[in-house]
């Protein structure tokens, strides 16, 4: 696992610098015909895009969404994936006590959004054939870990021959966990009080979804795609 020093966690000015920092610990992946650059929309894609840029490497969306405590819905009790994939956090559910219906409404809400935001993103082209392919999956941060997990869950129903899971900033645990989970993790920052992703960036405005769809058709030029 790539990882700096802890004590003097850098403060990135925003998702474009991260991901070139980012890809500068990615560099060995660069001009190499077998790797794409996965984002997870929305935050994730702006850092993704930076990564495949400096790597000349394919970008697309792998689409997570958060499952959200209801009436506390910043806390995360799982997450979705494309695919069908859910991952729940039992400790979560289980310390709340949250009903298994809530977790079913839950799920089809955002389930129904992944459906939708997955069409509006791509704009009619498909998705890259990841069958082989060394995939990395990045976010501008990774906090509990659950959306990255449902991510991972969901990619290797793709059958991928290898994945990366890459992020600027991380929780310490978080990144532990991942090194069981993937081939390889690239986590810049592991700072200890974690606080959140947002503390660690100069700007960290919403990602839009035009953004998203802008930087997504600006990036078909990155690269070539094996079949």
């Avoid at 925003?14 to 929309?41: F, I, M, N, S, T």
């Avoid at 935050?43 to 959200?68: H, M, N, Q, S, T």
């Avoid at 200890?192 to 930087?215: C, H, I, K, M, Y």
Wanted: hydrophobic fraction near 45%.
């Amino acid at each position: 696992m790539f990882g700096l020093d802890k004590e003097s966690p850098a403060i990135f000015r925003d998702r474009a610098d991260a991901g070139q920092q980012l890809a500068e610990a990615l560099a060995e992946y660069e001009d190499r015909a077998d790797v794409v650059v996965l984002g997870l929309p929305r935050g994730g894609v702006p850092v993704a895009y930076e990564v495949a840029r400096a790597l000349d490497a394919p970008l697309d969306v792998f689409i997570v969404r958060k499952l959200g405590v209801p009436g506390h819905e910043e806390l995360a009790m799982g997450a979705i994936a494309s695919g069908g994939v859910r991952v729940i956090n039992q400790d979560v559910t289980r310390e709340l006590g949250l009903a298994q219906e809530a977790i079913e409404a839950v799920a089809r809400k955002e389930g129904q959004e992944l459906a939708r935001r997955e069409e509006a993103f791509r704009n009619g082209r498909s998705g890259i054939n990841l069958h082989g392919k060394v995939a990395i999956l990045v976010d501008d941060g990774i906090a509990t870990g659950a959306s990255m997990r449902a991510a991972v869950k969901g990619l290797r129903q793709h059958n991928p021959a290898k994945i990366i899971v890459a992020a600027p900033v991380a929780s310490a645990e978080a990144c532990r966990n991942f090194e069981a989970l993937v081939d390889e993790v690239v986590c810049l920052q592991q700072p200890r009080p974690f606080l959140g992703v947002g503390a660690w960036f100069e700007s960290f405005a919403q990602t839009t979804n035009d953004e998203v769809r802008a930087l997504l058709e600006k990036a078909t030029a990155f690269g070539e795609p094996v079949a």
